[in-house]
């Protein structure tokens, strides 16, 4: 089916968040991890590219961005979505701009939107200021980030230095007055050669006069939320038929198994939460991994019977993190980890498990890699922001989901397959 949106994500949760807004709708979503290598084919009406390059030198985001747009221009897309952090993430010389305006080059637009708020999540936008929860975002955990610390929270004065057209804002009590009042304003700052405009929202009904008043920009650039009503503008718009290539479950095993290479506390209780269901369970030790590699847990799989939906994991508290951290260095430990859960998949998957539960976002993404996945098409959520995916890995069809640390509520990893199971 031709493509209607395109959006480009600066890494892959992002990605994943977005489409899972986006597939809320019921319409077909294909989220495709890096840029695909072949000319398109057998599209969605609303492709997701996922890069890597929110922390990226300058140039090279900016060419990764123009060679993503070239792509989803060639799979049909008439309007494009440039997706970046919620709390606008970027370094001073920072990417978010730059990449904007190479883009509204390439479409040949004067002017853009700047949208990172997502309410849901405590991210929102008054009088140009992002605020995390109650706390602007300078004042928030985000200023202490290692590679990304925000140290302003005024999204003018942050996007100003990375563009050269000026940069303007819609406020708040021009966004409560309704679609039109922002259109108008949006064209008022046009015509003052305002190419950069801030829009704030507080609340998720902003969302909605936004999306409506900036529905026939070909280029939005926000955080997720603000695309989430944009599938049914454009069913409204005629751009998308209503009946657009509702999304099926495939016919899927009911080998399952659950790998989780996250630490953060919340996987930690839903760790926890699935072993007191009585879930067979092998918990890694990356000491045992370093010396002895993954063969124990590897053999352990293979007695396993998958449809009892088997966890292995190295969730660990921070002390024992610590610890093995100290003593194998903190890349190593990480990787050594990520291996293991990687050659776990891909036995598990030989074994006959179609159903993948995978916490943590650097996991994910060594775990996908390993199953040779770099297209998902996008189902519906567990929970916000973490969508049930199907792929195909060694021609088998998969289904997988992919959690970030904090993500979910503690009984997550059953819930996840109670979700899928009733589909
Ligand atoms: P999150 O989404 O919670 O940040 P990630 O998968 O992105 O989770 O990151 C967790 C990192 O910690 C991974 O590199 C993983 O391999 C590593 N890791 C997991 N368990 C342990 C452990 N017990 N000791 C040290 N490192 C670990």
Redesign the pocket.
Known sequence: MTTVMGCIADDF?GATDLAGLLARSGVQVSLRIGIPEEAPSDTAPFEVIALKSRTAPVAQAVDEARVALTWLKAAGASRFFWKYCSTFDSTPDGNIGPVAEALMADLGVDQTIYCPAFPENGRSIFMGNLFVGEQPLAESPMKNHPLTPMLDSNLLRLLQPQVRQPVGLANRLVVAQGPEVLRARLADLAAKGVAHVVVDAVANDDLYVIAEAARDMRLMTGGSAVAMPLPRLFIDDGLLAADAAKFEKPALSPGTIVL?????A??RAQVANYLDTGAPAYR???MDLANDGPEAALSWLEGQDLRKAPIV????EPA??K???AK?G?VR??????EA?SALAVAARDQGAARFVV????????VTKALGVDRLNVGPEIAPGVPWCFATSSNRQIAITL????FGQEGFFVEAQRILEAL
Do not use: R
């Not at 989780?260 to 953060?264: A, H, R």
């Not at 430990?333 to 990520?338: D, F, K, P, T």
């Not at 976002?361 to 060594?366: H, I």
């Open positions: 949760t989780s290479g996250s630490c953060s919340m996987t890694l030790d990356p994991y190295a969730t660990a024992s993190v610890v093995a951290q194998l903190v430990a990480g990787e050594i980890v990520e859960l916490a943590g976002g650097e996991t994910s993404g060594a959690k970030s640390g904090n």
